[in-house]
């Protein structure tokens, strides 16, 4: 998650309705209702007008940030609250969650970019959080979490049809097959629209010097990790991976361990063979690769849509002209295009937050959904953290810094179905030309069918890094497809594996409201 921004322009939001019985203010400039810095709006009252204080627990994906600095001192002012969050990078995030639930020592708000972790579904139920449902009730004390949100966002975030958690909203349309289309051009290759022609364009690319500096050293497609890591589900969506798929018994099977996904595995192995493949995939980091692409050293990288405008204007530095474009693939069953949930774990209340705080602090989230907060949230302040340039709020360099990723961790945000896409540093014309790109992605792309197996995440930790470690070893011949085979084989006919299934079709079964 990146320092670009989404959406460009949405309606006011409609403040008379948050604003009944709403514990939350804007700090104002006098005894009225303006609050400053807010452009003449009217911010939600506190009773006592005092800010709320609120302690969390949240993801770092960019500097550590200035809690003084401009963007937060308005983002507090705005909701009236006093922000004591521990900042823990997006690496450390699992671990630290997990010694911080088994310390039971937890802050009033814990933010998990994932809610289906053991650890967190473990703490939900021995009572460590607040069964939100009762609070939540009929939505009619929080019209943004009603009115704004990603459909279905509630059983994303419940636990035996209880909801423990307000969403981390995130767009469907995430990640994208971007490839160096400039280099495309240079070397007369038809813009992909195959895995096949996908594969055959970047062995080309290798092949050749499409940067000029004399030497055939550029890098096809980088990822990190097992495979493409960012990008394994979208490949995996091209052969039918993502389609719910079931053993002998029933059991529905984790996406990783169906034969789809085997064939996935298959296809890599020619791309290794090929040279397409980086061969340091296995142990390349987020961050390297991330370097790698936006130094102009790689051809295709599957990350966020949004970076686009901030990778080409990286690589241009050094390589002038060049562009960016994401690519919509077909494979053997279907478009390699993964869609994200909408939902990105939630915001967690500890249950040793009072009763009444509670309230006061569904009434922070539920202001945080407001249409107001999450244009803040994306733009910042007008004339220091972005320009108007063309009817596109474009950020400064101030934005880029301030407004980001890790900025957006405080709050709930509205959902916004260009959110990924759209690049706060770039002008209206080049956001319109990247919708473009990707505008078939929300029907043709498929979101992953696993929900939730308490005896998978039991058991599969025992094995994973092993599964991974055999992936790797398949990919670069060190054994047979048909070794790889076997091992799936030997791990889906484990008793636990074969348990884990059927929760797996009784949880999938569940949220798709069948008995």
């Known amino acids: 998650m990146k320092s670009n921004q989404m959406k460009t322009k949405l309606p006011a939001v409609l403040l008379s309705v948050v604003m009944g019985g709403s514990l939350l203010a804007g700090c104002s400039s006098g005894s009225g209702g303006t609050t400053a810095g807010t452009g003449g709006k009217t911010a939600p009252a506190a009773q006592d007008n005092k800010p709320l204080s609120i302690k969390m627990f949240a993801g770092l994906y960019n ?16 909701t009236n ?55 939540l009730g009929d939505f009619s004390e929080y019209p943004n979490l009603k009115k704004n949100m990603a459909p279905n966002w509630e059983k994303y975030l419940s636990v ?69 890591a960012d990008g394994d589900l979208a490949f995996a969506a091209a052969f039918g991976a993502l389609d719910p798929t079931y053993n002998q018994e029933g059991g529905m099977i984790d996406t990783r361990l169906t034969p789809q996904y085997t064939e996935m595995v298959n296809w890599f192995k020619g791309l290794y063979a090929d040279g397409v493949l980086s061969k340091e995939f296995s142990v390349t980091k987020k961050t390297q690769a991330e370097e ?81 907060i999450t244009d803040f949230a994306y733009y910042g302040l007008e004339g220091i953290h972005h320009k108007v340039v063309g009817g596109q709020k474009v950020l400064t360099d101030q934005g880029v810094k301030e407004v980001n990723t ?12 260009w959110g990924k896409v759209e690049s706060a540093s770039g002008d209206k014309a080049y956001n319109d030309a990247k919708k473009k790109e990707v505008e078939a992605y929300d029907t043709i792309g498929k979101v992953d069918p696993y929900r939730y197996s308490a005896t ?31 091992y799936v084989d030997k791990i889906n006919n484990l008793p636990d594996m074969k348990k884990a299934y059927q929760e797996n079709k009784a949880s999938n079964d569940e949220f798709n409201g069948k008995k």
């Open 63 to 78: 500097e550590v940030p200035d809690m003084n600095n401009p963007y937060w001192t308005e983002w507090q002012k705005r």
């Open 81 to 135: 609250t006093k922000l004591d969050i521990e900042w823990v990078p997006d690496g450390d995030l699992k671990t630290k969650m997990d010694l911080l639930l088994a310390s039971g020592d937890l802050p009033e708000v814990v933010s998990s970019p994932d809610a289906t972790w053991p650890t967190l579904r473990s703490a939900v139920k021995n009572g460590a959080f607040w069964d939100l449902t009762p609070f």
């Open 160 to 228: 035996d049809g209880k909801i423990y958690a307000v969403p981390r909203s995130r767009s469907r349309i995430d990640q994208g097959m971007r490839i160096r289309k400039d280099w495309l051009d240079k070397l007369n290759i038809p813009v992909p629209k195959t895995l096949d022609e996908y594969a055959a364009a970047l062995k080309k690319i290798v092949e050749s010097d499409p940067d000029g500096n004399g030497k055939k050293d550029t890098l096809g497609l980088i990822g990190h990790g097992v495979i493409a």
């Open 292 to 372: 790698l692409f936006k130094t102009g050293r790689a051809a295709a990288y599957v990350r966020s849509v949004w970076w686009d405008k901030e990778w080409e204007d990286s690589i241009s530095k050094t390589q002038p002209g060049a562009k960016i474009t994401q690519l919509t693939l077909t494979g053997p069953k279907g478009a390699a295009v993964v869609l994200s949930t909408g939902v990105s774990g939630g915001y967690y209340i500890s249950k040793k937050v009072p009763e009444a705080k509670v309230k006061q602090l569904l009434k922070y989230f539920d202001y945080t959904a407001s249409d107001e």
């Open 406 to 417: 890790t900025s957006k961790g405080a709050g709930v945000l509205a959902y916004a179905k």
């Open 456 to 486: 998978f995440n039991n058991t599969w930790p025992k094995y994973e890094n092993e599964w991974k470690s055999m992936v790797t070893k398949a990919i670069v011949g060190q054994i047979s497809m048909d070794e790889y085979k076997a």
